[in-house]
């Protein structure tokens, strides 16, 4: 757990406590495709699963603090920060066509959630194919991902 700093820690704790929804102290894979899908992130029973599979050290098929912890250092932090990435973009879509000026793009990700620099936001764009003009965020939280 040492790749995770005090405040994520801290995050990480409150998380287990409202994931863990009949206060087990373990998290079931219900309880964490409902609480995933709770925070509007799309995913499948099978990837929920998998999920659990990666971290599941001691094998047993639910997720005890530590292998939760683990999961949040290894998916969950950046599955959250799409998560509110997204409802930014969202917010500055004014009229919902899915798509944001790449300048407001450019904007976001400097200045929001964990801010990228100039150099690395080129790079975002390069790898998308991002010009001047709209650009369609529904595809970016799989690129930021990987
Ligand atoms: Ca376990």
Do not use: W
């Not at 801010?115 to 709209?134: H, N």
């Amino acid at each position: 757990m040492d790749s995770l700093t005090k405040d994520q820690l801290d995050e990480c704790r409150k998380l287990f406590t409202i994931f863990d929804v009949n206060g087990d102290n373990k998290i079931s894979s219900r309880e964490l495709g409902a609480a995933l899908r709770g925070l509007r992130i799309n995913i499948s029973e099978a990837e929920v699963r998998d999920l659990i599979t990666n971290v599941d050290t001691n094998q047993n098929g639910s997720l005890e603090f530590a292998e939760f912890c683990k999961l949040y250092a290894d998916h969950l932090g950046s599955m959250l920060n799409q998560e509110k990435l997204l409802s930014t973009l969202a917010a500055f879509d004014k009229n919902a066509t899915g798509s944001v000026d790449s300048q407001e793009l450019r904007q976001i990700l400097t200045t929001q959630g964990e801010p990228l620099t100039e150099a690395e936001v080129d790079e975002v764009f390069r790898d998308a194919g991002i010009g001047s003009g709209p650009f369609e965020y529904k595809n970016l939280a799989n690129l930021l991902l990987t």
